[in-house]
């Protein structure tokens, strides 16, 4: 049965001498990982080789399209793979020519050592000639290709580029605040959460994720999202940082084309009446007014008469019924006269210039000469010392923080 390795089976020439290549055959399964093994017709299941000549007869370097079409987002750049629009990275046309070529021309896997250039040629605005040259090893023959795929560009719109371009919108977050507008901070702070959240989910590679809309309203600001996650992401945010709460609530919108439900919701966001800084006079309450902390969980601050430590209770929530009196940034500086006692202290009053006896706070430094006090409807106040990196932003955590009172083991902002 030796005849049958010494000549071809498809063209009977003698095959040459393989006795010194079987002989290096490390695995000793007989057959070597360069040829290619063909059925023998005689023998079903049998497997025999071919001679090179024959081999090559047969052989296809590399299999290529004779032209390719690429779908390509005018707007971003998105190329269209499968049935869906993926973003490529490319800088330009070629670019995505490059990319789609190499990801269509496939070379036989019996090559080795495979490398290949390729030279764009603009033919016009919409079609790039790729010429691609290839080389390899083949049953130890050096082998070599050239190919020439031309690639057409078909400028479309993405199925995101379309949606912003129509306006397309699945979810609205709702800036308002009880009992008051947002300020411009407030404001500012929830759009630039909602252009961040996007990006990172963007660079996710979630190419749902826009926003569509940003619209400020007299009582607040409007913004809509390609999403729900975004819109409850974006609400969720602003509520950890400034306290308050979120409402949504499910519109039905329209029916899809397989005729299930789609809603839209609206996350209804409200900001907490007081903000750290404010000072407010709590109705019912006759210890004086406070200068608010914080506002998240349930409202806290510090007394302006004695310095103590408020925190409103579960019910009231971040919403004591209170008055406003003014803000911190009102206080003037007031020259100190002198200290009565360890309740009193002598200023001057802001607006009369007489000196005035006032209620000493336990933060009051005895030895400084001005202090800032805050003249409102309840009368003459001493605040602590501003400390311009804490204002609206207070925290139980921070190192220091006129504001907080000593510490409590179990205080939590939270
Ligand atoms: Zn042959
Ligand atoms: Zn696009």
């Known amino acids: 049965m030796n005849e049958s390795r010494a000549f071809c089976p498809r063209c009977g020439e003698p095959m040459p001498d393989r006795s010194a290549s079987d002989a290096s055959d490390a695995d000793g399964t007989g057959s070597d990982d360069h040829r290619d093994d ?7 299941g049998a497997e025999v080789e071919i001679c090179d ?31 869906r629009w993926v973003d490529v990275g490319a800088e ?29 040629e603009q033919v016009d605005q919409n079609t790039i000639r790729m010429h691609c040259y290839f080389t390899g090893v083949a049953r130890g ?42 300020t411009t901070e407030e404001i500012d702070r929830a759009k630039e959460i909602a252009n961040t959240t996007v990006a990172e989910m963007e660079a996710t590679g979630d190419r749902n994720a826009f926003v569509t809309e940003m619209s400020e309203t007299d009582d607040g600001l409007n913004i809509r999202v390609s999403t729900n996650k975004i819109g409850k992401k974006i609400s969720n945010k602003m509520i950890q940082e400034f306290g308050g709460t979120v ?11 397989d005729g299930n439900e789609v809603y839209r919701v609206t996350f209804a966001v409200r900001l907490p009446p007081y903000r750290p800084g404010d000072i407010i006079d709590l109705v019912d309450d006759d210890q004086g007014p406070v200068l608010v902390r914080s506002a998240r969980g349930n409202l806290k601050g510090t007394r302006v008469r004695t310095g103590e430590r408020y925190e409103a209770s579960y019910e009231e929530g971040n919403a004591p019924e209170a008055r406003k009196l003014g803000e911190r940034e009102d206080a003037v500086e007031t020259t100190v006269v002198t200290v009565e006692d360890e309740n009193a202290v002598q200023v001057l009053d802001p607006e009369t210039y007489q000196a005035k006896t006032v209620s000493r706070p336990d933060y009051f430094d005895p030895d400084a000469e001005t202090v800032p006090a805050l003249k409102s409807r309840a009368g003459l106040h001493i605040l602590p010392d501003p400390d311009p990196d804490s ?21 939590s902002d939270a």
Do not use: M
Request: with cysteine.
């Open 38 to 44: 063909v059925a023998d017709p005689l023998r079903p």
């Open 53 to 83: 000549s024959c081999y090559f007869d047969d052989f296809d370097f590399v299999d290529a399209p004779d032209r390719i079409d690429v779908r390509v987002c005018a707007q971003c750049g998105a190329v269209h793979r499968g049935n």
């Open 92 to 120: 330009d046309y070629t670019d995505v020519a490059v990319e789609e070529v190499s990801e269509a021309l496939g070379v036989h896997v019996d090559v080795e050592d495979v490398a290949w250039q390729v030279e764009p």
């Open 141 to 182: 023959t050096p082998v070599e290709e050239q190919v020439t795929v031309p690639v057409r560009i078909a400028r479309q719109t993405c199925t995101r580029c379309g949606r912003i371009a129509g306006d397309y919108y699945a979810s609205i977050v709702q800036i308002r605040a009880e009992k008051r507008t947002p």
């Open 247 to 257: 409402n949504d609530a499910e519109t039905l919108v329209t029916e899809d084309s």
């Open 391 to 411: 204002v609206g932003d207070a925290d139980a955590n921070e190192p220091y923080d006129p504001y907080a009172n000593p510490p409590e083991g179990d205080e």
